[in-house]
């Protein structure tokens, strides 16, 4: 168990954080809910062993998607869902990143440039996987977005993971296997992604989607956002092809580690002393891969909180997104074809009418035990 947790930190320094700065309201609101997030400010939940009869209570979790705490039930459940759509082909981990200078701009201005980020990507992987001088298939896959690095500044990327191959366009569907350790040439992605994002990019100013305060408040001159711009047609924009997954199982576990994760685990904060916050965290600009060691990195609780809600999404952002073949229109008849093209039996689909509740040793206690129960736990938290 962590000695501290970032619930812990948020009921010490919050309130007086959420004082001391203006927020928007939807960062106080991911505050308020971590501050509260497994006490008695949410209710709870009883169950009550039937053989001995012991009843045991826990608190009801905030369920925000940025609390470390919250994520391990939507987490098995959309892994679940994701381990019936696995195809037998290798799968490929293909990651976007922007450059430091739009990164300063979608800070400014998350929904339109994270939305563009999205749609930068999959109009880039589907473009050069259907040019017939590369695959010359239709491909599907899935997106998470990232915002966060280690020490835990604003660093927005995007994680695919595709499958390596895909149908090809015509009357006579079949599948066609990329190659075992190569998908796509990152130096095209590359120049294509740029060139995409950075046309979304001026036309979301032109339609006036951007706003720009304090240091940036310069970029509202269109003459001043184009020169701003015009640098980053010469940088080679980041596009990191890792190596193939070893298999459909291997896949499943990075989800678990991607997928619904916060900005930091509570695995990786150390201590809260003093009005000091240390917590590890790696450098991967390190040059010496094999022998990079974790940190420890101390920053005083109001600059800790400060990087935390850097990585808070607006309200509705869907993070994790599905596109091409695997899009959400299309994608369980995406998957029916390619399992035929494939010869595999789809998988059976697990009876809804189970729920992780039911065990040998416990059940639910009815709604007029738990009610009285809850009761109990409000009144003795208030009076205390």
């Known amino acids: 168990m962590p000695t501290v947790r970032l619930a812990d930190i948020v009921r010490r320094h919050g309130k007086a954080y959420r004082e001391k700065h203006a927020l928007p309201l939807h960062q106080h609101r991911l505050l308020r809910a971590i501050e509260n997030c497994r006490t008695a400010a949410l209710g709870g939940h009883a169950s009550r062993c039937s053989q001995c009869g012991e009843t045991r209570v826990w608190y009801n979790s905030c369920r925000n998607r940025h609390c470390p705490q919250c994520q391990s039930m939507a987490r098995a459940q959309w892994l679940e869902q994701r381990k019936l759509e696995l195809l037998p082909v290798n799968y490929f981990h293909v990651v976007f990143t922007v450059p430091e200078q739009i990164a300063a701009i979608a800070l400014q201005n998350k929904k339109t440039v994270y939305g563009i980020l999205f749609r930068a990507t999959a109009e880039t992987l589907l473009t050069i996987a259907g040019d017939p001088k590369h695959l010359g298939v239709n491909i599907g896959y899935f997106a998470v977005l990232h915002t966060w690095g280690q020490n835990l500044l604003h660093h927005p990327h995007l994680h695919c993971v595709i499958p390596g191959g895909g149908i090809p366009p015509g009357e006579q569907p079949c599948w066609l296997h990329s190659k075992p350790n190569f998908f796509l040439p990152v130096r095209v992605l590359s120049a294509l992604f740029r060139r995409v994002f950075l046309a979304m990019l001026r036309a979301a100013f032109k339609k006036g989607d951007l706003q720009f305060f304090s240091s940036l408040e310069t970029l509202r001159q269109p003459n001043a956002f184009y020169r701003y711009l015009d640098p980053l047609e010469k940088l080679d924009w980041v596009v990191y092809s890792k190596k193939p997954f070893g298999g459909p199982e291997h896949v499943l576990e990075y989800l678990g580690r991607y997928t619904h994760r916060a900005a930091i685990s509570n695995q990786r904060l150390l201590s809260d002393k003093d009005g000091k916050v240390s917590f590890l965290w790696k450098d991967y600009r390190e040059k010496n891969k094999k022998k990079k060691k974790q940190k420890m990195m101390t920053l005083a609780a109001d600059e800790f909180l400060r990087r935390f809600l850097l990585h808070s999404l607006p309200r509705g952002f ?67």
């Open 318 to 384: 869907q993070r994790i997104r599905h596109y091409g073949l695997f899009a959400n229109p299309i994608r369980k008849q995406s998957l029916a074809l390619c399992r035929e093209l494939l010869a595999v039996v789809a998988p059976v689909q697990p009876d809804s009418s189970s729920t992780l509740c039911n065990s040998k040793s416990s059940q639910l206690v009815d709604s007029t035990d738990l009610h009285f129960v809850l009761s109990e736990i409000l009144v003795t938290q208030i009076l205390t």
